[in-house]
């Protein structure tokens, strides 16, 4: 993933390879981007599929930890993983079957993570004493905000909070993967090795 984010320091081949695949990461983007919009437009249908998918993510990660623990049974952890396998298997459940109180409980818990993780950033950010301590505070009071916004309207919130969430985080993936889809379609093919040495060089004094 590092190599990716530096392009400059890519050899020759791992170039090429990229940028013949530039297509793809275009294509994947513009999907990501259309899903992220449909999302943001039609949030209540997002909301509901976003929760049916962590239900059924649950269920399936449940239903692994129980098998896992019965092929491993006999060591001194047997009992614990399988309480953690059947609650999360029952969390699944509850959520796959009833999604609307799943999303009320997911946005509760979205809330009070927004509100802790912004009272932390805000506390860093004033006791901070660096260029950065400004970019904590902003950061800690939208956090707040949202936080506020997300609990002072629950449960009515439940019904956009999740769809909105991940429909951004789709459109901005999908934003992201265009500029580097484009941006490999221009790489040019001189290799990194040299550019290494280059780079590496000392300079002569």
């Known amino acids: 993933m590092n190599s990716l984010l530096n392009l400059i320091a890519l050899v020759a081949e791992e170039r090429e390879s990229i940028r013949r695949s530039w297509g793809w990461f275009v294509a994947v983007g513009i999907l990501f981007v259309l899903l992220g919009i449909a999302g943001l437009v039609f949030v ?8 049916l998918f962590v239900g059924w993510a649950f269920v399936i990660a449940g239903l692994a930890e129980i098998a896992n623990t019965i092929f491993r049974k006999g060591w001194s952890g047997f009992w614990l ?58 950061h800690g009071i939208v956090s707040l905000i949202l936080a506020m916004l997300i609990l002072a309207e629950w449960p009515y919130s439940s019904m956009w909070v999740i769809g909105t969430l991940v429909s951004i985080e789709l459109l901005f993936d999908g934003l992201r993967l265009l500029s580097f889809g484009f941006a490999v379609k221009n790489l040019q093919p001189i290799g990194g090795n040299a550019e290494r040495e280059v780079l590496t060089r000392p300079s002569a004094t």
């Open 81 to 138: 993983d399988l309480i953690v396998g059947i609650v999360t298997l029952m969390a699944g459940l509850f959520i796959v079957i009833q999604p609307l109180v799943g999303a009320k409980v997911l946005t509760i818990f979205i809330g009070v993570m927004f509100l802790i993780g912004g009272i932390f950033r805000l506390a860093a950010g004033i006791a901070m004493k660096n260029p950065y301590s400004g970019w904590f505070i902003v």
């Open 44 to 51: 209540g249908i997002a909301t509901l599929v976003s929760v």
